[in-house]
Structure formats: C-alpha cells, structure tokens
C-alpha cells in the first residue's frame, strides 16, 4: 500500500525559511516522481514543484529561486526548501507521488506566511 507522511510547516514572518518533508512507503521509491502542490483557500491546486526519478527537476515560475526540490531515494523522502517565503506562499501543501500510472497524495501540511 502506497502511503504519504508529510511534516514540516507552520507559521513565518514573510522573507523567512521552512522546509518540507514527504516520506513515501510501498512500491519502489526511487523510480517514482514525486511532487509538491499547494492550495490556497478558494483556489485550485497547483503545482509548485516536481523531482522526477532521473533527478530532474520542475518549478513554477512564482517560486524560482525561493523554493528547491530534492529528494533522497535511500530515505524514500522528497524535501522543499522553501525561502524568503511571501505572504502569498501562504496554503495548504501538498505532497505527491506519481506511480506506475497512478497519483497519491498526501494529507496536506499548512504553510502560513505574516507580513
């Protein structure tokens, strides 16, 4: 069974730091692609940022150069470094894992950013 354990999040000051973890069980880890996306209140899903098997990697624009992906298969987790975070970083994240054609996702973590 394929699961999704996030930690990490909570509240900052805007222009500070947190990073994110995702901890995958079931399947074979490292020949998934993982992902985070977040949701703000009233608005839909969206990606933020993908780590494929390979190590590549796929960031929206809104978050280059702030957030990094990375990911360390020996662990079966997938991390985001998040930085000089804004207020509108602010949204439930989400974590997830594409799989031999499926998508999990995990129970989401709230990042909340004050100005």
């Known amino acids: 069974q394929v699961q999704l354990r996030e930690s990490g999040g909570g509240l900052v000051q805007e222009g500070g730091s947190l990073g994110l973890s995702c901890t995958a069980s079931g399947g074979i880890f490292s020949a998934s692609a993982m992902g985070w996306y977040r949701q703000a209140p009233g608005k839909q899903r969206d990606m933020v940022a993908t780590i494929f098997s390979s190590g590549n990697t796929n960031y929206a624009d809104a978050v280059k150069g702030r957030f990094t992906i990375s990911r360390d298969n020996a662990k079966n987790t997938v991390y985001l470094q998040m930085n000089n975070l804004k207020p509108e970083d602010t949204a439930v994240y989400y974590c997830?894992?594409?799989?031999?054609?499926?998508?999990?996702w995990g129970q989401g973590t709230q990042v909340t950013v004050s100005s």
């Open positions: 997830k894992r594409d799989y031999r054609f499926n998508a999990y």
